[in-house]
């Protein structure tokens, strides 16, 4: 009996509880509600979907954006310079600049020496060619002085500018030099 009276609990507490659910089943305005809150939870649904999709596309912009920046970061890190690379540079670039200071300098000096060389050789040309010219007047002057000497047969003496004066030649046609009355002997190019 115990068991009877365990199982009509559960059926009278069945029956009660599907007697409440015709009750809110027959309400008209519980149903409606119900459909109402059905068609909003689909709009929700529907429209949270699709704000989900559109986010997902925005996130994915977002994050391709934020690696295409993260690799031009790295890039600008490694096109840049550190502050200890830039002072070795730096000093490298000074002390080429002295060394091309240096050579400029020396080249300066070099060229005021080659300059002073050109100046040199030009004067010792000069005095070449007066030496030169000198000896062909010179030879010119022995040659006339000889021609003369050989048809006069008088031997100017230069020693004494102030008068005229000479010695008489006479000549030695065995041995070829010419013989002064003062004892000189010529040959005819030797006569000064």
């Known amino acids: 009996m115990a ?47 699709s704000d989900s999709g559109d986010l997902e596309l925005q996130v994915k912009e977002y994050q391709e954006k934020l690696n295409s920046f993260k690799e031009k970061l790295d890039k600008a890190k490694a096109e840049t310079v550190t502050d200890e690379e830039l002072n070795t ?7 080429k600049l002295r060394g091309e200071q240096q050579l400029r300098q020396d080249l300066r000096a070099v060229s005021a020496e080659l300059d002073n060389l050109d100046r ?24 006339m002085l000889s021609m003369c000497v050989s048809v006069t047969n008088i031997m100017p003496d230069f020693e004494d500018q102030e008068k005229i004066s000479g010695c008489i030649l006479s000549i030695c046609y065995c041995f070829g030099f010419f013989s002064c009355t003062e004892g000189h002997q010529f040959l005819p190019m030797d006569v000064k």
């Open 89 to 95: 540079l730096r000093n490298e670039m000074e002390e």
């Open 3 to 49: 068991e009877d009276a365990g199982s009509r609990i559960e059926v009278a507490n069945l029956l009660s509880l599907g007697e409440d659910l015709v009750g809110v089943l027959l309400g008209s305005k519980d149903g409606e509600a119900l459909a109402q809150a059905c068609d909003g939870a689909r709009m929700l649904r529907s429209a949270c979907c």
């Open 120 to 143: 040199q050789r030009a004067s010792i040309e000069e005095r070449k060619d007066a030496v030169k010219k000198k000896e062909k007047d010179m030879l010119k002057a022995q040659s």
